[in-house]
């Protein structure tokens, strides 16, 4: 016979190993680093940047380093179901004298509603992107070259 405190071990000890692993999932997000810079240089250059390279902002918000912008891919054909992209920017601290940028971006995909008559198109959310996926490296990496400029 087992014994009756065996079940609650067993219980509590994977529910700290599930909350573990769930809180390094979801801080385990895109980042870009902007060395010696404070969060408020960080954000201006930011937004310099989204307006010069011509990115539609639908949300800024600089007290809590937060802008978010629409995109519409380049790599679009007409075969594929036409997406765009909700990315939010997230700057904050890190460290004393440097910052992050955490970004999140969010598909959707141009749908159809079947109907021929009174045919309608809409967006249909898809999620938000795996962190591997390589519209953050392409983000990144303009991202990079525009900072690396300005040092």
Same mark, same amino acid.
């Given at each position: 016979?087992?014994?009756?405190?065996?079940?609650?071990?067993?219980?509590?000890?994977?529910?700290?190993?599930?909350?573990g692993?769930? $809180?390094?999932?979801?801080?385990?997000?895109?980042?870009?680093?902007?060395?010696? /810079?404070?969060?408020?240089?960080?954000f201006?250059?930011?937004?310099?940047?989204?307006?010069?390279?011509?990115?539609?902002?639908?949300?800024?918000?600089?007290?809590?380093?937060?802008?978010?912008?629409?995109?519409?891919?380049?790599? @679009? $054909?007409m075969?594929? @179901?036409?997406? @765009?992209?909700?990315v939010?920017?997230?700057? /904050?601290?890190?460290?004393?004298?440097?910052?992050?940028?955490?970004?999140?971006?969010?598909?959707?995909?141009?749908?159809? %509603?079947g109907?021929? %008559?009174?045919?309608?198109?809409?967006?249909?959310?898809?999620?938000?992107?795996?962190?591997?996926?390589?519209?953050?490296?392409?983000?990144? $990496?303009?991202?990079?070259?525009?900072?690396?400029?300005?040092?």
């Open positions: 016979m087992c014994h009756p405190f065996l079940y609650l071990r067993v219980l509590f000890f994977s529910t700290f190993l599930f909350l692993y769930s $809180s390094k999932a979801q801080s385990d997000i895109p980042v870009f680093k902007v060395s010696e /810079m404070s969060p408020a240089e960080a201006d250059h930011l937004q310099t940047f989204l307006i010069e390279n011509e990115y539609f902002v639908q949300a800024m918000d600089s007290k809590q380093g937060f802008v978010q912008i629409k995109v519409l891919p380049k790599d @679009r $054909s075969f594929k @179901r036409a997406k @765009r992209h909700t939010n920017f997230f700057v /904050m601290p890190d460290g004393k004298d440097n910052s992050k940028i955490n970004l999140q971006i969010n598909t959707e995909r141009l749908d159809w %509603n109907e021929v %008559n009174s045919s309608s198109h809409y967006y249909k959310d898809e999620g938000v992107l795996d962190k591997n996926n390589k519209v953050y490296d392409e983000l990144i $990496s303009e991202l990079k070259k525009y900072y690396d400029q300005l040092l």
